[in-house]
């Protein structure tokens, strides 16, 4: 009786604390439906609608301790439910074979790879000899050469070209990035890329509101850049319209390694500085009359002025998931000003956090997610436990500097296990660049920006873009002195699969939970990253195409070739944390006695004529399927079927892991209609 007294006294603590629960829920139920290895059918999702609606029923009849349970497993079921519908409301066409040939269609997007190409994407496709049942909704093609007769895409025009396209590939290796899971949500059916020009055959058409709000970033983005060429532009671009495509790769790692590059996305920060300035002028005008100073609801109208800059700031910046989770917390923060309630809370965080989730229940697996909704959330908790502090032991002056000082760190502390993760990189000198930087976003580019926009119809808006420029340069410069530090950064490798949710559950836990049991989070933290100290990547490596091996030695992972396959060859290094090219990798490969036969060719694949015991064969090209090989061989007819192959060795020999059965049978990688479907 005594230990049911006391569990419903913990309880009772955390009434008033238990909404910020609710995005938590919501995200387990999202994650679940993601790590699910079958695709759920519409039976069973009908049947967690009606658990849903159960549970949610019997919570009420259920003791006041023990109801929040019920409705967290509510919550779970939702988020699977939310996915679900989600996943089924993007089903389109995949493209179902490799193709060459004439792709034609309308710009709706414009960016550029990783190897730094510029990109098209295009709706409204058509294919050569491919019937419309069959052809995807939208291609992303990159433009690897600019040939004569190569014209500039616009958003809105008709284009052609004769490009490759193929399906999205699944993962470089199993547990790795699901590069068709994204390209699901992001609606592409297709991608690949062209050599030849890119000819335009109709002008701009369209008027939807996405394409019109896409001519205007564009064109502002431009206008922007010729006020303030190369890599200054490129970045007054990238956080005024969200385009990315005119800064250079070198500025964009510069940034990276100086844990500076959050300053690219258009997410909390810039969204928040861009509200305060709205904010805060309008209510220095306001306050310079006497009528709307005594007699007008100044902060109220100051908090609807600065809600309808961050809404055309939305607009303009094309709205990525960064943007969107930033826009609602400045939403809500400014719809609780002009009520009267406290702007900043974690129960703000959690509203933000719930739109998000139901609107994009995909966002949760990325890095912009991830990252957003920790430093947020860090900040306001930590600063929430400041409020009740004495401030009076620190001078007035250095109030601001240690404010920005603690939210700097607060906010790189919350982010670094997350980036790291994604990214396989450590900033040790992270701190530092933000210290150096940050305060300029707001005190000089921030402002400048938003006087730009205002004198823009007028034609007036160069010496305020001049003014931002200043600033830029100076943050351009920081990234570049602090990344080429010795030491300035490290790479980790790749951290398992459970790492992340334990680490975000202790997080979670400590910040949310009331009472001494909220330090129960440390110890899960503390294991999430024991068990990253203690991953261990696979012995051998395998391309879907089986165009690339690489075999784990002492000195690193040697690859089989030094060209070729070169963002499979970066991802499978960046995930061991090293940091060497692919030439390098490749001479290793002389050193490895892994029983592995790599065969490169259609001559090398005919040429087979045996294998040892515990050998393996790995060909790129098909090998004749009638001999009876003492070996396993895995060829591009059996590893289409595989997917990417991990192998570990162990003492009942290898133990192959193969990325189809890490990511499931799931509407997204499913095998679609293939080339017989072709009129």
């Known amino acids: 009786m005594g230990l049911l007294n006391h569990f419903s006294a913990i309880m009772r603590h955390q009434r008033g604390h238990l909404f910020g629960w609710v995005p938590v829920c919501l995200a387990m139920g999202i994650g679940w439906f993601f790590s699910l290895p079958v695709e759920p059918s519409l039976l069973v999702l009908w049947g967690v609608a009606l658990a849903v609606a159960g549970l949610g029923g019997i919570a009420r009849a259920l003791p006041e301790s023990v109801s929040p349970f019920a409705i967290a497993v509510a919550l779970i079921l939702l988020g699977l439910l939310l996915a679900a519908f989600r996943a089924h409301s993007m089903t389109a066409p995949v493209l179902g074979w490799r193709y060459y040939g004439a792709v034609e269609g309308r710009v709706v997007a414009l960016d550029r790879s990783q190897s730094d190409a510029p990109r098209v994407t295009l709706d409204q496709v058509r294919l050569d000899r491919v019937p419309p049942t069959l052809t995807p909704t939208r291609v992303r093609v990159s433009l690897h050469s600019k040939p004569p007769g190569s014209i500039q895409p616009t958003p809105g025009m008709r284009v052609m070209t004769t490009a490759h396209l193929s399906p999205p590939a699944g993962p470089v290796e199993p547990g790795g990035f699901d590069f068709q899971r994204h390209a699901w949500f992001a609606g592409l059916g297709a991608v690949g890329y062209t050599r030849v020009p890119l000819l335009g055959i109709a002008p701009p058409i369209g008027g939807e509101a996405a394409l019109v709000l896409f001519r205007l970033r564009m064109n502002a983005s431009a206008r922007v850049r010729q006020h303030l060429p190369g890599d200054v532009g490129g970045f007054a671009a990238a956080i005024t319209t969200g385009d990315r495509s005119a800064i250079s790769q070198e500025a964009l790692q510069d940034l990276r390694s100086s844990n500076l590059a959050h300053l690219l996305a258009i997410s909390g920060l810039h969204m928040g500085l861009l509200s305060a300035v709205v904010f805060g002028a309008m209510r220095l005008m306001l306050a310079l009359h006497p009528v709307t100073a005594t007699r007008w609801p100044s902060r109220s109208i100051a908090a609807g002025a600065a809600l309808i800059a961050a809404t055309g700031y939305l607009a303009l910046s094309g709205g990525n998931v960064a943007t969107e989770r930033a826009y609602v917390m400045c939403a809500v923060a400014l719809c609780a000003l002009m009520i009267g309630r406290r702007a900043i809370s974690l129960r703000a965080v959690a509203v933000a956090g719930i739109i998000v989730l139901a609107l994009r229940p995909e966002a949760l697996t990325g890095p912009g997610f991830q990252m957003s909704f920790a430093a947020t959330t860090a900040l306001v908790a930590v600063f929430g436990w400041m409020r009740d502090f004495d401030g009076t032991v620190i001078p007035q002056r250095l109030r601001p500097v240690v404010a920005v000082v603690i939210s700097s760190a607060v906010a790189g502390f919350a982010t670094a296990p997350i980036s790291a993760a994604h990214f396989n990189t450590v900033a040790h000198y992270g701190l530092i660049a933000n210290l150096l930087s940050v305060p300029l976003m707001g005190v000089l580019v921030i402002p400048a920006a938003v006087l730009a926009a205002m004198l823009a119809p007028l034609g007036m808006e160069g010496l305020p873009l001049w003014a931002m420029g200043l600033g830029l340069r100076w943050i351009l410069a920081v990234s570049e002195a602090v990344s080429g530090l010795a030491g300035a950064r490290s790479l980790v490798p790749g951290p398992g699969g ?10 979670l836990w400590l910040l949310l939970w009331q009472g001494r049991l909220r330090w129960l989070g440390c110890p899960a933290m503390v294991l999430a990253l024991t068990l990253w100290h203690g991953v261990v990547r696979p012995d051998i490596l395998v391309a879907d195409t089986g165009t690339l091996v690489g075999v784990m030695t002492s ?125």
């Open 498 to 507: 459970w790492v992340l949710p334990l680490l975000a559950l202790g997080f």
């Open 555 to 679: 000195k690193g992972r040697a690859l089989s070739k030094e060209k070729g396959a070169g963002f499979i060859a970066r991802n499978w290094l960046e995930n061991d944390g090293d940091g060497v090219d692919q030439a390098v990798a490749a001479k290793r490969w002389k050193d490895i006695d892994a029983g592995i036969i790599h065969l490169s060719g259609k001559r090398a694949a005919a040429a087979l004529s045996g294998c040892g015991l515990g050998d393996i064969v790995i060909a790129s090209a098909e090998v004749d399927a009638a001999q009876q090989w003492g070996c396993p061989v895995f060829d591009p007819s059996r590893l289409r079927e595989t997917g990417a192959l991990a192998l570990r060795k162990s003492p009942e020999g290898w133990q192959i892991t193969t990325a189809r059965e890490y990511a499931g049978a799931r509407m997204w990688n499913t095998k679609p209609k293939r080339r017989a479907g072709r009129q």
